[in-house]
T-cell receptor, first 112, second 114 residues
Framework: DAGVTQSPTHLIKTRGQQVTLRCSPK?????VSWYQQALGQGPQFIFQ???????QRGNFPDRFSGHQFPNYSSELNVNALLLGDSALYLC???????????FGPGTRLTVT | AQKVTQAQTEISVVEKEDVTLDCVYE???????LFWYKQPPSGELVFLIR??????QNEISGRYSWNFQKSTSSFNFTITASQVVDSAVYFC???????????FGTGTRLQVTL
């Protein structure tokens, strides 16, 4: 049974560019949440997708957007990248919006 | 507002020592869930335990044990007879009963040496 998978593993972008990160949830899960973890910090909630809609959002600017597909996989898009967007981006999936979340290995984004 | 405080930034112990990781939380919700996650160097967060706000029973799982005390808003985690493989960053997290957002503490880095 495959767990949560994320791609790519690592990514290097230049300030001002746009990036798309991808997540496939654990088998049977229909809800995907995204978190940003800066170096030395705990993960910060970005948003959650359920039934292809954004259900809850953390304190992140509109430059951060997402999408969920009919197969429950999800994308996180970040526009106009800033140096401060450098972080580990974690995807978590769950059976429903308010239950146990299982995390993927993350995508490490470096903005230069 | 939800808040989780892990005052211990880094702890170093010698293998076989017992170690306790502290977690203090703040919430106005009457129903909430508390979690502990382990993050090894690979980066993936590994779920360890979930407790709901109505269950204050302590729990033991092998060398791991958890002490939940609502009176002091604490949810501490003890590793007995620590091993090198326990070296990781440990996060305490809080979630409201009806919402999805997990609020994490800043983590405690545990280093276990031989």
């Amino acid at each position: 049974d495959a767990g949560v998978t994320q791609s790519p593993t690592h990514l290097i972008k230049t300030r001002g560019q746009q990036v798309t990160l991808r997540c496939s949830p654990k088998s049977g899960h229909d809800t995907v949440s995204w978190y940003q973890q800066a170096l030395g910090q705990g993960p910060q909630f970005i948003f959650q997708y359920y039934e292809e809609e954004e259900r809850q959002r953390g304190n992140f600017p509109d430059r951060f957007s997402g999408h969920q597909f009919p197969n429950y996989s999800s994308e996180l898009n970040v526009n106009a990248l800033l140096l401060g967007d450098s972080a580990l981006y974690l995807c978590a999936s769950s059976l429903a919006p308010a239950v146990e979340q299982y995390f993927g290995p993350g995508t490490r984004l470096t903005v230069t | 507002a939800q808040k989780v405080t892990q005052a211990q930034t880094e702890i170093s112990v010698v293998e076989k020592e017992d170690v306790t990781l502290d977690c203090v939380y703040e919430t106005r919700d009457t129903t909430y869930y508390l979690f502990w996650y382990k993050q090894p160097p690979s980066g993936e967060l590994v779920f360890l335990i979930r407790r709901n706000s109505f269950d204050e029973q302590n729990e033991i799982s092998g060398r791991y044990s958890w002490n939940f005390q609502k009176s002091t808003s604490s949810f501490n985690f003890t590793i007995t007879a620590s091993q090198v493989v326990d070296s990781a960053v440990y996060f305490c997290a809080l979630r409201p009963g009806t919402a999805s957002k997990l609020t994490f503490g800043t983590g405690t880095r545990l280093q276990v040496t031989l």
